[in-house]
């Protein structure tokens, strides 16, 4: 299979649910426990940063504290998951609300390779983390490692609590539905519900008519196409990118693009990574991990000067697809 086709490309927040709700989907983390007392009243939503500074609000859910000079879409992860925390505090439970920001020690630094030092000493060890969990089960640190667990099963913003800690199964689906709502009967039936629900509203307002969403939905597809030609069109990427497709070619890389909007993650997302790779044993995937280490730092550096240039661009042309 091709490396992680399902995650998104540039890991920024935690991955672990994506509320379908509103046209700016938010990616939350999914914590929750049983909390014997319930909260009574309505309470602000907060905000929070990576290094956990937090208030507690009059019902005694956490609530994150925004970071100074946090963007748009930051500020509202932080909003969505104050909101699931004072809601699921509502509902009888404490739900831990976490938001991963990028720095020198994410676990996901390898992945997009934007900060390169970062990158650097984060492929050093684990490549483009497609073995690090077998090889090294038991580091924090890890892409997808789960310490005391099953490799491959952590929260995938590397972030461990214990909201669910000796559940029962009938406490486990209270939680559930307190989260997302009853379950659907069937597949066509499933919506985004309970304290989700109420967090996406917070976000991004109630949803939209049929029309409405078709309307805002083919706005930003036009808006993206149109960002995807500003950056391939680009005199500067358009050479650079020629530079790293030249340079992993002379190291025996396949290249399969040399469109700016797919450079930069073209070699770690078309790697043939097995189905059990996270399953495997320490022995297995060793030398695995070994191979993609070099190919991983083969890549950084023949694309050094590419994503310099182009990250700070995208960032002013943000794109999403196939080859972004």
């Known amino acids: 299979m091709n490396a992680h086709k399902s995650m998104p490309k540039r890991v920024r927040v935690c991955v672990a649910t994506a509320l379908a709700i509103g046209l700016l989907p938010v990616l939350t ?6 909390d014997k007392t319930g909260a009574s009243s309505d309470s602000t939503v907060g905000g929070a940063n990576a290094a956990n500074d937090s208030t507690t609000n009059a019902d005694g859910a956490v609530q994150l504290t925004v970071p100074d000079g946090a963007d748009a879409e930051t500020k509202k992860t932080y909003i969505q998951q104050n909101t699931l925390a004072a809601c699921m505090k509502k509902q009888g439970f404490t739900y ?28 050093e060890k684990y490549g483009f983390g497609n073995y690090a969990a077998a090889v090294y089960p038991n580091d924090p640190n890890a892409p997808f490692s789960n310490p005391g667990g099953k490799a491959g099963e952590k929260r995938a913003d590397g972030v461990a609590d214990d909201d669910e800690k000796g559940f029962t199964p009938a406490q486990q689906k209270a939680y559930e539905e307190a989260l997302v709502g009853p379950q659907a009967k069937s597949k066509a039936d499933e919506k985004v519900g309970g304290c989700e629900l109420k967090a996406s509203i917070a976000v991004n307002g109630h949803a939209l008519s049929a029309a409405e969403q078709k309307k805002a939905e083919n706005a930003k597809a036009e808006a993206n196409r149109a960002n995807g030609l500003e950056l391939n069109g680009d005199a500067q990427l358009v050479q650079l990118a020629q530079g790293y497709a030249t340079c992993l070619k002379a190291q025996g890389i396949p290249v399969s693009t040399t469109q700016p909007t797919g450079m930069s993650d073209m070699v770690r997302m078309e790697q043939n990574v097995p189905e059990n790779h996270f399953s495997m044993s320490k022995a297995e995937a060793l030398p695995l991990l070994t191979k993609e280490i070099d190919l991983s730092l083969k890549d950084l550096e023949c694309g050094k000067k590419f994503r310099a240039a182009y990250f700070p661009k995208e960032k002013a042309h943000p794109y999403y697809g196939d080859n972004a």
């Open 29 to 34: 983390a999914c914590g929750g426990s049983s």
């Open 96 to 123: 831990t609300p976490h938001v991963v920001t990028a720095s020198g020690d994410d676990s996901f630094a390898g992945l997009d390779a934007e900060d390169y030092a970062a990158a650097k000493k984060s492929r």
